[in-house]
């Protein structure tokens, strides 16, 4: 029997030995990153490339010599990105309109720094600007939350759809009001570097992985032990049982909704008060996408989410500039991270014919989707 | 230029079939396997990887119609593997659908880096067939009677599929699937087997409107040249409800909505080019808002079946 | 269209010999062998839970057996598929009807067929023609299934069983939730089938319906064949004589637990059922629940409550009769708050709580037993003991300060366990791994504790076994007993009139009759009332 994202319950009704769980363990959660690199390494010779001299590139500027500071960089937004999705995606809720909620979210917060930073003591700025970034993202749910909400129309398109709305959207605002008036390329103004995070310990990192950390680890709090984090819990296992034991269910979805879309807001603030300080237009970095299958690697846990997360940075700082080295399109790493989620998916499946224990796909996932559109009276499933 | 010239109509009216012919393909294919119970959220890929296809094989042979069977035969490949693992494994069809647009984008891109990105070469038009007399009408006649060949087998196929799913005896199956398939198995039929065709079909116009896309409307590959296009056929193909004249009008609104895009540029309107390519999307979000209370789709979509679960 | 070679009417049609299935936990069928003879209705019998739809589904060729095989007229076949199944002449009537319900009763029917690429609409229409002056009905080809009544449903579930041609009819639990009248036109149905050499099989938990229909009967407890009446017995023997022996099958060494003979009769349907409660009179009480003509939204799936009506007084049990999917959901879930109220009041001791939530009601003392039990009254990945709580998220003593106190939590838990006799590995395992009995169980302890005063019993003994059914029965009896007020919505006419003061019932959404329960005729009145037009 699967067990739904983050429930906890000991005493299930396979007992394994301690050897039995820690092989299972291991195969679930190293084994498909083992045979995504493997397969992936093969298709690096299919076109001519050394899979060693790639992988080890991804090494040596991950994790050596600075690169280890660099892909702590990366880490710092993708927890609070990760976080985000971990809360809709524990509420069965898909909200799969990340990457708009970042850019908006993102533009907003480097458009406004110079006046901000400008005019306001810098830790006062670096509060409300984050604030804005979390407001802008949470209020790019706000719509498909009410649809879902009110007519129960499926958040998988609206978000979607909104989501290349928010895209437009930010371009138009670079090119506009937020363009920078001394480059022709549409650009925002790059923010000085006085005026961005400032760096832990004379190192390169930035402080916002500190705030990413503090923030998760809050909200890894509420969401396992506190009456808010059951009820959503209750809700994301069953909309009919949440109504029937009277959780207020419209109101829930939003509020999940928003504090998802606050999360991945306040991502793209920490990236740009932290590390880029300007945004093109055009630039999406489409950290959500990649990210997906650490998510669910990690049972929808926000501490599982930790380590999971950490690889994948070291894999994206590494491989964007392995890449290059080997002359290879950045690209490349979507393939990498789609193998994850395949072979994720089926070691899941053997996993559960063999019954090793919790399954982390939600099985809800399957049901949202054919709900897709359904009247609210009509419930899910 | 003059909003009313004939030469300008024709340039919109060929504008928009160009828009709507690869969503009308990929809609044709996703209603398919959205019958049966399978939805496949990973049409971007599978169109990717169909227009790549397609766009080689013309580079290379120089035929149109050889790179359009390319590209449905890539499609039809690339959902063997959704397949096998979705239907067949019963591993869930949202993450699986996810993984396939990743990969698609993923290795197309990589593979058009690798061999084209310096020489970025183009197609040329392919032929047109002109439809005697038709084609001398003024205006429609070298818009709408003047498209190549592959316009018109794309029609008689929305047709030809219109027909399959409404008189068949494995159009009845296939909807039987997406409606009840423990109707389907107590009956004798076979659900694997028919949502295993059902997926097949779907990749093969999947791949079709891929190679559309590049090798008619556009001319060339680039990579995520979607640009959700498919999430869009996932769209249409909700709205439909399974009527294929619905799929057809459908689409043919969203194509609309590209072409005034493009026709506004051209005017002095002053829109920014990010309001242009916003429009379609806002335009199905409007939909979507007002139709959504009346949209309906197979209860048994998205679930795997296996025998003896009730 | 298969025609069957002659035969001797001693060669059985299709006979089980030694099947045995088991699955994880428990055995469904244990060595089980018994033989269907043509032109010969066989009745199994036994109670839910007792392998009666393990072994329909084997010989529907939807499970394999592990152990043991099928004949079919002396020679041993594998009935590897549906499709094998059917080509053996075996077809199967299902009690959850697997007509599609957006489809046509024609295009139902069509389902099966694999000759040739178009629909053969015209050979369609003409078999459904011949099919229905089989049965004695006439079934309207062009109807969509969701618009035919129960009844005429069966009738096309029937036709379709019988498509390719039939040796072998199996009924599971045809007469569940049917009208009388639709009952009659079963029986006529069968009749005729019987005399057209069809062997049909019947399968009831209700002892009264397997000596009327059946000309053997087979009784299954726990997976295995306990006793079998054949034909020559069942012939020469009374009604008393079959009840007394096959109670004593079905029962035989813990007659005691499920308290007195009688009693065993009534749980087993051997008898008519009637009202086991002291006669109260409630005319001068202040009714505690008032339903004031409310209405709920209306809705594309089911049939909406309109305009109904009801007084509920202390200590009273007020039954809702009615053929399933008339209104009952709805009507729970209105009085439970669970859905919006589009018309109409409700009053509780006087106060209008038409517009308070779920969690509101819940603290007046308004419960809610669902018939959900699995999917919407527990939730299945969570543990037994959080799922006691369940109401109460975020309430002292459980929560403070948002925290869970797990002490109080398990404490209670474990209080609740003792007293409702909740059969469980410990607290913490999940609660979807539960038996059906005991998830009930669960949920009345849930309901039934911190001071209910009005509780909502939505089919509460359906699919339970027979010692879980006596005691949710008992527990709703006492709680009236002691003051509370019960509303009981269900399909078991056996069990309302065992239980209820007053019986109303619900057709359409409306209110459409009330019998007072007070004499042996109720059973009866209440079919009247149900045959009266939709």
């Given at each position: 029997?699967?067990?739904?994202?983050?429930?906890?319950?000991?005493?299930?009704?396979t007992?394994?030995?301690?050897t039995?769980k820690?092989?299972?363990?291991?195969?679930r959660?190293?084994?498909?990153?083992?045979?995504?690199?493997?397969?992936?390494?093969?298709f690096?010779?299919?076109?001519?490339?050394?899979?060693?001299?790639?992988?080890?590139?991804?090494?040596?500027?991950?994790?050596l010599?600075?690169?280890?500071?660099?892909?702590?960089?990366?880490?710092?937004?993708?927890l609070?990105?990760?976080?985000?999705?971990?809360?809709?995606?524990?509420?069965?809720?898909?909200?799969?309109?990340?990457?708009?909620q970042?850019?908006?979210?993102?533009?907003?917060?480097?458009?406004?720094?110079?006046?901000?930073?400008?005019?306001?003591?810098?830790?006062?700025a670096?509060?409300?600007?984050?604030?804005?970034?979390?407001?802008?993202g949470?209020?790019?749910?706000?719509?498909?939350?009410?649809l879902?909400a009110?007519?129960?129309?499926?958040?998988?398109?609206?978000?979607?759809?909104?989501?290349?709305?928010?895209?437009?959207?930010?371009?138009?605002?670079?090119?506009?009001?937020?363009?920078?008036?001394?480059?022709?390329?549409?650009q925002?103004?790059?923010?000085?570097?006085?005026?961005?995070?400032?760096?832990?310990?004379?190192?390169?990192?930035?402080?916002?992985?500190?705030?990413?950390?503090v923030?998760?680890?809050?909200?890894?709090?509420?969401?396992?032990?506190?009456?808010?984090?059951?009820?959503?819990?209750?809700?994301?296992?069953?909309?009919?049982?949440?109504?029937?034991?009277?959780?207020?269910?419209?109101?829930?979805?939003?509020i999940?909704?928003?504090?998802s879309?606050?999360?991945?807001?306040?991502a793209?603030?920490?990236?740009?008060?932290?590390?880029?300080?300007?945004?093109?237009?055009?630039?999406?970095?489409?950290?959500?996408?990649?990210?997906?299958?650490?998510v669910?690697?990690?049972?929808?846990?926000?501490l599982?989410?930790?380590?999971?997360?950490?690889?994948?940075?070291?894999?994206?700082?590494?491989?964007?500039?392995a890449s290059?080295d080997?002359?290879?399109?950045?690209?490349?790493?979507?393939?990498?991270?789609a193998l994850?989620?395949?072979?994720?998916?089926?070691?899941?499946?053997?996993?559960?014919?063999?019954?090793l224990?919790?399954?982390?796909i939600?099985?809800?996932?399957?049901?949202?989707f054919?709900?897709?559109?359904?009247?609210?009276?009509?419930?899910?499933? | 230029?003059?909003l009313?010239?004939?030469?300008?109509?024709?340039a919109?009216?060929?504008g928009?079939i160009?828009?709507?012919?690869?969503?009308?393909?990929?809609?044709l294919?996703?209603?398919?396997?959205?019958?049966?119970?399978?939805?496949?959220?990973?049409?971007?890929?599978v169109?990717?990887?169909?227009g790549?296809?397609g766009?080689?094989?013309?580079?290379?042979?120089?035929?149109?119609?050889?790179?359009?069977?390319?590209?449905?035969g890539?499609?039809?490949?690339?959902?063997l593997i959704?397949?096998?693992?979705?239907v067949?494994?019963?591993?869930?069809?949202?993450?699986?659908?996810?993984?396939?647009?990743?990969?698609?984008?993923?290795?197309?891109?990589?593979?058009?880096?690798?061999?084209?990105?310096k020489?970025t070469?183009?197609?040329?038009?392919?032929e047109?067939?002109?439809?005697?007399?038709?084609?001398?009408?003024?205006v429609?006649?070298?818009?709408?009677?003047?498209?190549?060949?592959?316009?018109?087998?794309?029609?008689?196929?929305?047709?030809v599929?219109?027909?399959?799913?409404?008189?068949?005896n494995?159009g009845?199956?296939i909807?039987?699937?997406?409606?009840?398939?423990?109707?389907?198995d107590?009956?004798?039929?076979?659900?694997?087997?028919?949502?295993?065709?059902?997926?097949?079909?779907?990749?093969?116009?999947?791949?079709?409107?891929?190679?559309?896309?590049?090798l008619?409307?556009?001319?060339?590959?680039?990579?995520?040249?979607t640009?959700?296009i498919?999430?869009t056929?996932i769209?249409?193909?909700?709205?439909?409800?399974?009527?294929?004249s619905?799929?057809?009008?459908?689409?043919?609104?969203?194509?609309l909505?590209?072409?005034?895009g493009?026709?506004i540029?051209?005017?002095?309107?002053?829109?920014p080019?990010?309001?242009?390519?916003?429009?379609?999307f806002?335009?199905?979000?409007?939909?979507?808002?007002?139709?959504?209370?009346?949209?309906?789709?197979?209860?048994?979509?998205?679930?795997?079946?296996t025998?003896?679960?009730? | 269209m298969?025609?069957?070679?002659?035969?001797?009417?001693s060669?059985?049609?299709?006979?089980?010999?030694?099947?045995?299935?088991?699955?994880?936990?428990?055995?469904?069928?244990?060595n089980i062998?018994?033989?269907l003879?043509?032109?010969?209705?066989?009745?199994?019998?036994?109670?839910?839970?007792?392998?009666?739809?393990t072994l329909?589904s084997?010989?529907?060729g939807m499970?394999q057996?592990?152990?043991?095989?099928i004949?079919?007229?002396?020679?041993?076949?594998?009935?590897?598929?549906?499709?094998?199944a059917m080509?053996?002449?075996?077809?199967?009537?299902?009690?959850?009807?697997?007509?599609?319900?957006t489809?046509?009763?024609?295009?139902?029917?069509?389902?099966?067929?694999?000759?040739?690429?178009?629909l053969?609409?015209k050979?369609?229409?003409a078999?459904l023609e011949?099919?229905?002056?089989?049965?004695?009905?006439?079934?309207?080809?062009?109807?969509?299934?969701?618009?035919?009544?129960?009844?005429?449903?069966?009738?096309?579930?029937?036709?379709?069983a019988?498509?390719?041609?039939?040796?072998?009819?199996?009924?599971?639990?045809?007469?569940?939730?049917?009208?009388p009248?639709?009952i009659a036109?079963?029986?006529e149905?069968?009749?005729?089938l019987?005399?057209?050499?069809?062997?049909?099989?019947?399968i009831?938990?209700?002892l009264?319906?397997?000596?009327?229909m059946g000309?053997?009967?087979s009784?299954?407890?726990?997976?295995?064949?306990?006793?079998h009446?054949?034909?020559?017995?069942?012939?020469?023997?009374?009604?008393e004589e079959?009840?007394?022996?096959?109670?004593?099958?079905?029962?035989g060494?813990d007659?005691?637990?499920?308290?007195?003979?009688?009693?065993?009769?009534?749980?087993s349907?051997?008898?008519?059922a009637?009202?086991?409660r002291?006669t109260?009179s409630?005319d001068?009480?202040e009714?505690?629940?008032?339903l004031?003509?409310?209405?709920?939204?209306?809705?594309?799936?089911?049939?909406?409550?309109k305009?109904?009506?009801v007084?509920?007084?202390?200590?009273?049990?007020v039954?809702?009769?009615?053929?399933?999917?008339?209104?009952?959901?709805?009507?729970?879930?209105?009085?439970?708050?669970q859905?919006?109220?589009?018309?109409?009041?409700?009053?509780?001791?006087?106060?209008?709580?038409?517009?308070?939530?779920?969690?509101?009601?819940?603290?007046?003392?308004?419960?809610?037993v669902?018939?959900?039990?699995m999917?919407?009254?527990?939730?299945?990945?969570?543990?037994?003991?959080?799922?006691?709580?369940?109401?109460?998220?975020?309430?002292a003593?459980?929560?403070?300060?948002?925290?869970?106190?797990?002490?109080?939590?398990?404490?209670?838990?474990?209080?609740?366990?003792?007293s409702?006799?909740?059969?469980?590995?410990?607290?913490?395992?999940?609660?979807?791994?539960?038996?059906g009995?005991n998830?009930?169980k669960?949920?009345?302890?849930?309901?039934?504790?911190?001071?209910?005063?009005?509780?909502?019993?939505?089919?509460?003994?359906?699919?339970?076994?027979?010692?879980?059914?006596?005691?949710?029965?008992?527990?709703?009896?006492?709680?009236?007993?002691?003051?509370g007020?019960?509303?009981?919505?269900?399909?078991?006419?056996?069990?309302?009139?065992?239980?209820?003061?007053?019986i109303?019932?619900?057709?359409?959404?409306?209110?459409?009759?009330?019998?007072?329960?007070?004499?042996?005729?109720?059973?009866?009145r209440?079919?009247?009332?149900?045959?009266?037009?939709?």
């Open positions: 029997m699967a067990a739904e994202g983050g429930l906890q319950s000991p005493g299930t009704k007992s394994s030995s301690r039995t820690v092989v299972a363990g291991f195969v959660n190293v084994l498909p990153l083992a045979l995504a690199i493997g397969t992936s390494g093969i690096l010779l299919a076109l001519g490339k050394s899979p060693a001299a790639f992988y080890g590139a991804v090494i040596q500027f991950g994790l010599g600075t690169g280890w500071q660099r892909s702590i960089i990366m880490l710092a937004p993708l609070l990105y990760g976080a985000g999705l971990i809360v809709a995606f524990r509420g069965k809720l898909w909200n799969l309109g990340y990457e708009g970042y850019l908006l979210g993102g533009v907003l917060v480097v458009g406004l720094a110079p006046a901000l930073t400008q005019s306001l003591p810098l830790a006062l670096f509060i409300i600007l984050m604030a804005i970034g979390a407001t802008v949470g209020a790019w749910t706000f719509l498909p939350a009410v879902k009110k007519f129960g129309t499926n958040e998988i398109i609206t978000t979607l759809m909104l989501s290349f709305v928010g895209i437009g959207i930010t371009n138009m605002l670079i090119r506009g009001p937020f363009q920078n008036p001394e480059v022709t390329v549409p925002t103004a790059v923010m000085p570097l006085d005026t961005m995070f400032p760096k832990i310990l004379g190192s390169r990192i930035h402080i916002g992985i500190i705030i990413a950390l923030v998760v680890l809050i909200l890894h709090f509420v969401l396992t032990r506190t009456s808010f984090g059951l009820r959503l819990d209750v809700y994301g296992a069953s909309p009919k049982s949440a109504l029937h034991v009277g959780i207020d269910v419209p109101r829930m979805i939003v999940i909704f928003l504090i879309g606050a999360l991945i807001g306040l793209a603030s920490v990236d740009m008060l932290g590390l880029w300080g300007t945004m093109r237009a055009n630039w999406n970095p489409s950290y959500g996408a990649a990210i997906l299958p650490f669910f690697l990690a049972r929808l846990n926000i599982a989410s930790i380590p999971f997360l950490a690889f994948y940075a070291v894999l994206a700082t590494g491989g964007a500039l290059q080997v002359g290879l399109d950045s690209h490349f790493l979507l393939v990498v991270v994850i989620l395949v072979f994720m998916s089926i070691i899941e499946y053997i996993g559960m014919k063999r019954d224990g919790q399954s982390y939600p099985p809800g996932l399957r049901k949202a054919a709900s897709l559109l359904s009247r609210k009276n009509e419930g899910d499933s | 230029m003059d009313f010239s004939v030469a300008f109509i024709s919109f009216v060929t928009f160009a828009a709507s012919m690869p969503l009308l393909v990929a809609s294919g996703e209603t398919i396997g959205e019958q049966s119970g399978v939805l496949n959220l990973g049409i971007e890929g169109m990717l990887f169909g790549y296809t766009f080689v094989v013309t580079l290379v042979t120089g035929s149109f119609p050889l790179g359009m069977l390319a590209g449905a890539a499609g039809i490949a690339v959902s959704f397949l096998v693992l979705s067949l494994l019963g591993l869930n069809q949202i993450v699986i659908g996810l993984a396939m647009t990743l990969l698609g984008g993923g290795i197309t891109s990589v593979l058009y880096f690798e061999h084209y990105s020489s070469p183009r197609l040329g038009k392919d047109p067939l002109p439809i005697p007399v038709l084609s001398d009408i003024p429609v006649g070298d818009s709408v009677f003047s498209q190549p060949t592959t316009f018109w087998v794309v029609l008689v196929l929305a047709v599929v219109a027909w399959f799913l409404a008189k068949t494995f009845l199956q909807k039987a699937a997406g409606q009840n398939p423990n109707s389907l107590a009956s004798g039929g076979s659900v694997v087997r028919t949502r295993s065709i059902a997926v097949m079909l779907g990749g093969f116009f999947s791949g079709l409107g891929g190679a559309y896309l590049a008619i409307s556009t001319g060339a590959f680039t990579p995520f040249m640009q959700g498919g999430y056929a769209v249409v193909t909700m709205l439909a409800r399974g009527r294929i619905w799929v057809i009008g459908t689409s043919m609104v969203f194509g909505s590209v072409a005034i493009t026709v540029q051209l005017t002095d309107i002053n829109l080019t990010d309001v242009i390519k916003m429009f379609p806002v335009v199905v979000i409007t939909v979507l808002v007002i139709f959504a209370r009346s949209a309906y789709v197979p209860p048994a979509l998205g679930l795997p079946y025998r003896g679960s009730r | 298969v025609s069957s070679p002659p035969k001797s009417i060669t059985p049609i299709l006979s089980i010999r030694q099947v045995t299935k088991k699955f994880p936990g428990v055995i469904a069928n244990d062998s018994l033989d003879h043509q032109g010969k209705v066989h009745c199994l019998l036994g109670e839910n839970g007792a392998g009666k739809s329909i084997i010989l529907a499970q057996p592990d152990q043991g095989w004949e079919a007229a002396g020679q041993r076949v594998n009935i590897a598929s549906p499709r094998a080509d053996l002449g075996i077809g199967v009537v299902y009690q959850h009807s697997t007509l599609i319900s489809m046509t009763v024609l295009e139902n029917l069509m389902l099966g067929d694999t000759g040739g690429v178009t053969d609409i050979g369609a229409k078999r011949e099919l229905g002056e089989m049965l004695g009905a006439s079934i309207e080809g062009s109807a969509l299934a969701s618009d035919l009544a129960l009844g005429q449903q069966q009738q096309v579930e029937i036709a379709k019988m498509w390719k041609g039939s040796k072998v009819l199996i009924l599971d639990e045809p007469t569940s939730m049917l009208t009248q639709a036109q079963l029986e149905s069968v009749a005729r019987k005399a057209q050499d069809l062997s049909i099989v019947f009831t938990h209700k009264r319906e397997a000596y009327s000309d053997e009967i009784v299954l407890r726990h997976g295995r064949l306990v006793h009446i054949s034909d020559a017995v069942l012939k020469k023997s009374s009604e079959i009840k007394e022996s096959v109670l004593d099958a079905m029962f060494e007659k005691a637990s499920v308290g007195d003979k009688a009693f065993a009769e009534e749980i349907a051997a008898s008519e009637h009202h086991l002291s109260k409630f001068s009480e009714p505690v629940l008032r004031s003509g409310i209405s709920s939204p209306d809705s594309p799936t089911e049939t909406p409550v305009g109904f009506s007084d509920i007084r202390p200590g009273e049990i039954g809702v009769a009615g053929i399933d999917g008339h209104g009952q959901k709805p009507l729970a879930e209105l009085v439970a708050g859905r919006k109220l589009t018309s109409g009041k409700i009053f509780f001791d006087g106060e209008d709580i038409s517009s308070s939530g779920v969690r509101k009601r819940q603290s007046l003392g308004i419960r809610y669902t018939d959900d039990r999917h919407e009254g527990i939730v299945g990945d969570l543990s037994v003991a959080v799922n006691l709580v369940l109401k109460r998220i975020g309430m003593p459980f929560w403070r300060w948002g925290r869970m106190n797990k002490t109080a939590v398990d404490q209670e838990a474990q209080h609740l366990v003792s409702f006799d909740i059969r469980t590995p410990n607290l913490h395992t999940r609660a979807g791994t539960l038996s009995g998830i009930q669960l949920l009345l302890a849930r309901e039934l504790t911190h001071e209910p005063r009005v509780v909502i019993f939505n089919k509460p003994t359906y699919g339970l076994d027979l010692k879980t059914v006596g005691r949710v029965r008992t527990i709703v009896r006492d709680f009236a007993e002691n003051g007020s019960v509303l009981l919505i269900s399909t078991d006419l056996d069990e309302l009139v065992e239980l209820s003061d007053r109303v019932l619900i057709s359409g959404g409306r209110l459409s009759g009330e019998v007072v329960n007070d004499s042996a005729k109720t059973a009866e209440v079919g009247e009332l149900m045959l009266g037009p939709n």
